[in-house]
């Protein structure tokens, strides 16, 4: 089992920056970050593999969240730049456990955070 504790979300303006942190009871060889909004599934906005920190990240977020972990701290971290109101939502971190690689589903994470919510005024 992986208990998993978002912190670090909030308000911020268009533009702005957030640093999401979450704290593992034990890493996983993949971690990931999704977020979602009310009455919509959730979306993966970065994921990594914790031992060699490869990455990925969709077109939507790309060169704007940095996902990263620092492993002796058992915790994952976004840092999420150039914020625009349409990244506002609910920010999850989730932890893959079987198989080999990494995921862009929800469905093939078994550990999930308890949510951390991101708002961004224009």
């Known amino acids: 089992q992986v208990h998993l504790e978002e912190s670090g979300g909030g308000s911020v303006q268009d533009g702005g920056s957030l640093r999401l942190s979450c704290k593992a009871t034990?890493?996983?060889?993949?971690m990931a970050w999704f977020r979602q909004d009310p009455g919509q599934e959730r979306d993966l906005v970065a994921y990594?593999?914790?031992?060699?920190?490869?990455?990925y990240y969709p077109d939507s977020v790309k060169g704007r969240f940095t996902a990263s972990v620092d492993n002796a701290k058992s915790t994952l971290y976004l840092q999420m730049d150039s914020l625009r109101p349409e990244d506002a939502a609910e920010y999850f971190c989730?932890?893959?456990?079987?198989?080999?690689?990494?995921?862009?589903?929800?469905?093939?994470?078994?550990?999930w955070g308890q949510g951390a919510p991101v708002t961004v005024s224009s």
């Open positions: 034990r890493m996983t060889f993949c």
């Open positions: 989730a932890a893959r456990d079987i198989g080999g690689a990494c995921s862009l589903s929800p469905s093939q994470y078994q550990f």
């Open positions: 990594i593999y914790t031992k060699s920190g490869g990455t």
